[in-house]
């Protein structure tokens, strides 16, 4: 009885432990677990937070950037032909002026007597020609009557020469009758010599009058440059002489009276480097880029003040054949319609050039370039960790870097939280965008066909009268408003 007794009691007893044993296991357990989540969550929440997104990849034309100085195609300082006094002027100053404008007038009395004295000198001329005409006539007539005596005399030499024969005439007489002969025949030739004399004075007075007319016409031309005209179309400087203020012309040290400077079309001159020129050769080579030489480029212009683009237009019409030993550089130029005369010789302006072809650009914002030294580097994401890469960069274009060389476009690129991160860190990243900044500058271009071409036309001066000639007249050719594309 007793040990059926017992046997129950020792039953709960180990019943009982058995559970307390089982609470303490899940009591660690459930610590155990606890501890783990909470050690993974504080793992997760210490990652560095960056912000990451894909280059923008698209076509575009790199423009390259030159600093330039404007200047007039057509450049005259006017002078005058003649000296004398300045006696008024005809235009205002700082104002444009027409080509053929009479711009001053030189007192015209001492040219206007110098013309009265030629006509005179002519009408001399003429006379003297008059007389030495009617010489020649006069002498060519006395030769008739000399040939006619000169025949007389020879046949009675003949019949008297026969008389002789018969004896029926003296030797005394055919003596007589040949020195009448001999006479008629001298007189023939002093005749003669005077029909020439008279002849030589109506060469000497047809000399004498075309000189007179040369110096009438000289005197006349004389008097057209007293009234000083302007050679070309173009804006006019001020006036450097008074009037009453006597001027020296028609030689290199003549008085500068003022000048004269186009104004539309007007060149854009500028410089560029060894490399730039060395890349320009490489491409037209590859026939990716045609040099400016061969084909006239479209160029984009801004002055200091224009900060929202290039919004002038024009192409090139010149490169240099050699480059300046000083500088190491070579000239080009552009040039640019000037409609409204906007465009003033001497203004610095920013030129832009195609660099490049159209092609497929990796662009990316400045924020996510880094620089180590002379390397530039990104921060990329790979595999849940920040590597670095070195890139070489190109110019902005679109707000954005282009980046020649390091990036595909594809990569995972920190572009915030780059103070947080380095090489092999593990990061925790959020997904962004990158957006394109707005664009002055088209991203294609083809070069100015030829009836597009501002090249001025070279002429004569209006100031100056050629046989079958008119003044020079410059071309202009409008270009497309703003945003659009040359043609």
């Known amino acids: 009885m007793i040990s059926n007794v017992l046997m129950p009691t020792a039953g709960c007893k180990v019943v009982a432990a058995l559970g307390l044993f089982c609470g303490t296991l899940l009591l660690v357990s459930g610590c155990g677990h606890s ?197 070309i179309t173009g804006r006019i400087s001020r006036l450097y002489v008074t009037e009453g203020n006597l001027v020296s012309g028609g030689t290199a040290d003549s008085t500068l009276l003022t000048t004269i400077v186009s104004t539309d079309p007007i060149h854009c001159y500028f410089d560029a480097d060894e490399q730039t020129f060395l890349k320009y050769m490489k491409l037209a080579r590859d026939g990716k880029r045609p040099s400016s030489r061969d084909v006239r480029n479209p160029v984009y212009l801004a002055l200091a003040n224009e900060k929202g683009g290039f919004p002038r237009w024009g192409h090139m019409d010149f490169v240099e054949n050699r480059f300046d030993e000083t500088t190491a550089t070579i000239r080009g130029r552009a040039i640019l319609p000037n409609p409204n005369g906007e465009l003033a010789p001497g203004l610095f302006a920013r030129v832009r050039l195609p660099g490049s072809p159209r092609y497929e650009a990796v662009l990316i914002p400045d924020r996510a370039i880094s620089t180590d030294q002379a390397e530039k580097y990104v921060m990329i994401v790979e595999e849940g960790a920040a590597q670095r890469r070195r890139v070489e960069l190109g110019p902005i274009s679109h707000g954005l870097r282009v980046i020649r060389e390091g990036l595909t476009g594809t990569e995972q690129l920190i572009i915030s939280g780059l103070q947080r991160v380095k090489p092999g860190t593990e990061v925790a990243i959020e997904e962004k965008s990158i957006s394109l900044g707005t664009e002055s500058l088209p991203d294609e271009y083809e070069p100015v066909p030829e009836d597009k071409w501002l090249t001025p036309k070279r002429g004569a001066a209006a100031n100056v009268t050629l046989p079958d000639s008119r003044p020079g007249v410059l071309k202009s050719t409008s270009l497309p408003e703003k945003g659009g594309l040359l043609p």
């Not at 894909?54 to 200047?71: K, N, Q, S, Y």
């Not at 005399?153 to 019949?159: W, Y």
């Not at 002789?164 to 009448?180: G, I």
């Not at 005077?194 to 007319?213: D, R, Y």
């Open 35 to 231: 501890k783990a989540v909470a050690s993974t969550k504080s793992s997760v929440k210490s990652l560095p937070k960056v912000e990451v997104a894909r280059p923008v990849t698209m076509p575009i034309v790199e423009w390259d950037e030159f600093i330039g100085r404007l200047a007039a195609i057509e450049t005259v300082e006017v002078r005058a032909r003649v000296s004398g006094y300045l006696a008024t002027s005809n235009f205002q100053e700082g104002q444009l002026v027409q080509a053929g404008d009479v711009l001053v007038v030189i007192d015209q009395r001492p040219f206007q007597a110098e013309i009265s004295r030629s006509r005179a000198a002519l009408l001399t001329a003429q006379a003297q020609l008059g007389e030495a005409q009617a010489e020649v006539a006069r002498t060519q007539a006395d030769k008739v009557g000399r040939v006619v005596r000169v025949d007389l005399a020879l046949k009675q030499l003949q019949r008297m020469r026969q008389l002789r024969e018969r004896n029926t005439a003296t030797q005394e007489e055919l003596e007589v009758r040949e020195a009448e002969h001999e006479q008629a025949v001298a007189e023939r030739e002093v005749g003669d010599t005077l029909i020439k004399a008279a002849e030589a004075s109506v060469v000497a007075a047809e000399a004498a009058v075309g000189t007179a007319k040369a110096n009438l016409e000289l005197a006349e031309l004389n008097l057209q440059y007293t009234e000083v005209r302007a050679p």
